[in-house]
């Protein structure tokens, strides 16, 4: 059918039924009434086959796939917004844990020094007073050799006075008291 229709516009078309000048308009010696015919016979074959309606059809699946495909892109991009702002997030976390690791070494260090130092401290002023109750440990033990070395110097010089003091008479005498004052105390 659609043959027929083209072989039939083509032959109202065709150059061999224009016109001559100076006819009228309605007349098929017009060639601008025939080309006109031919448009409209054109269109028509165009309606009845309902081209245009495959042609919206045919955009609008078309439209339809670009919109789909528009989607897509926007889901994309709001996928790849999201990871990145989650990586984002991800790098400013890490970036406080490392500074909060940083900043807790620090204080530990600083902890673990004063410590260190206090220790030191404590050290030395066990040792200074280790060192004084040395030293005043070695002063007594002197001052108590001085005074055993002096008191047995003294008995001696003592003795010997005595020994050159003491007559017989004399030391029968101190020894009868020292008896009687042993009896005294014992009874």
Request: hydrophobic letters at 55%; proline letters at 2%; glycine letters at 2%.
């Amino acid at each position: 059918m659609m043959l027929r229709l083209s072989v039939l516009a083509a032959l109202i078309a065709s150059p061999a039924l224009a016109a001559p000048a100076g006819k009228p308009f309605f007349s098929l010696y017009n060639t601008d009434l025939i080309v006109l015919m031919a448009f409209v016979i054109f269109l028509g074959i165009l309606i009845y086959f309902k081209v245009p309606a495959k042609v919206t059809d045919l955009l609008d699946s078309r439209a339809v796939g670009i919109q789909s495909e528009l989607d897509e892109a926007r889901r994309l991009r709001e996928e790849a917004l999201a990871l990145h702002a989650s990586f984002e997030r991800r790098h400013a976390e890490v970036k406080d844990d490392a500074a909060r690791i940083v900043e807790k070494a620090k204080a530990d260090a600083q902890l673990a020094a004063d410590q260190a130092k206090a220790d030191i401290e404590a050290s030395i002023a066990r040792r200074l007073k280790s060192a004084e109750d040395q030293i005043a440990s070695a002063e007594a033990a002197a001052i108590r050799a001085v005074r055993d070395k002096a008191v047995a110097v003294a008995i001696a010089a003592a003795g010997d006075v005595l020994a050159k003091q003491m007559d017989a008479e004399r030391n029968d005498a101190l020894v009868q008291k020292a008896i009687a004052s042993a009896q005294e105390h014992l009874h």
